[in-house]
């Protein structure tokens, strides 16, 4: 059996406290061939992302995908990098920050972290920095509001394996998705109004989510489902009709059928069809990130005007703004129920578990 993991330097009788971990897909350190590299080796190890046998795959990602992929991959990584680094990260870091400042004032026993899926902050690092700081109950928050095995499924089982080699495994609860959300829903529509307001009326409107297999879909993953459902609450919220709006997969990759229609497709179909101006939103972004500033309000862009339209305008993800962070604060509250009414612990209980393991010649 393998050794349990323990904390050496555990403290009996030290304050307990609630942990609240939002995890991101992730993102490499720099927007260089090296660092897109590494993050893209361990992207795309990940058996939930690609679900083809290690046997196959492994020749295929280090001899093939890791010596081609990473150069142009850090070079459309280095057109969206701004002076704060990555935008994902720069986002998410924003978001946790802000919903910690609100807890600490409201409820001081719970604290905010933030952990990436690929590269740092990892999740696994940030899940034990909030255990080393007393954390033992844990609420984890996959920042996807469509659930897909090879996001959250990824990251739930990255922590249910984590915890099941832990001595003193947490209490925990975790969100798997949040697309039908009120809140959720109300911003995507306040934010596509604004948008309109501040510019106009565009002739389409197309919802781009990221795409998966096909083969995922048809042996029961609900993200397909789910992204229509969001781009249909959205749309009844706006008032649009049927055949103003359309939902497209982008971003994929090898020669399998993944959902259709694809992106790229469909903003060809549009701009062939004479759409004049396009307006493109990927509410399964919780931040703006590479597939969305680069692939479609760049590539996507010059396509679309190569092919006759005249204007595509991508409208931002939710980012830190003040709807985003009033949203997670109510998907924390709502997975803290009973947690939220009171600390885990009282000062006499851990002064008394102190006592006793003092008795017992612990610290």
Known sequence: MEKLKGQPQFKHGESVKTGILLCNLGTPTKPNKKSVKKYLKQFLSDQRVVEIPKIF?????????LNTRPKKSAHAYSKVWTEEGSPLLYYSNNLAKAINRHFEKEKP????????????PSILNALEKLMADGARQIIFIPMFPQYASATTGSILQLIFNYLSKLRWIPKTRYTTSYHKHPIYIKSLAETISNHWKENGQPEKLLYSFH????????????????????????????????????????????????LSPYTDEEIVKLAKSNTGVLDVISPGFAVDCLETIEEINMQYKELFIEEGGKNLRYIPSLNDSDSN??????LILEELGSWAKEPPSRPEEQLAAAQRANTMGAK
Request: negative net charge; proline residues 4%.
């Open 57 to 65: 795959w492994w020749p295929i990602l280090n001899i093939i995908i």
């Open 109 to 120: 026993w719970v604290t905010v972290s933030l952990g990436m899926r690929y590269g740092t």
């Open 211 to 258: 795409g998966i297999p096909e083969s995922t879909f048809l042996e029961g993953d609900p993200y397909h489902c789910q992204c229509h459902e969001t781009a249909r609450l959205v749309s009844e919220t706006l008032d649009l009709k049927a055949d103003f709006w359309s939902v497209s997969f982008q971003s994929r990759v090898g020669f399998a059928k993944w």
């Open 325 to 330: 962070i009033e949203l997670f604060k109510s």
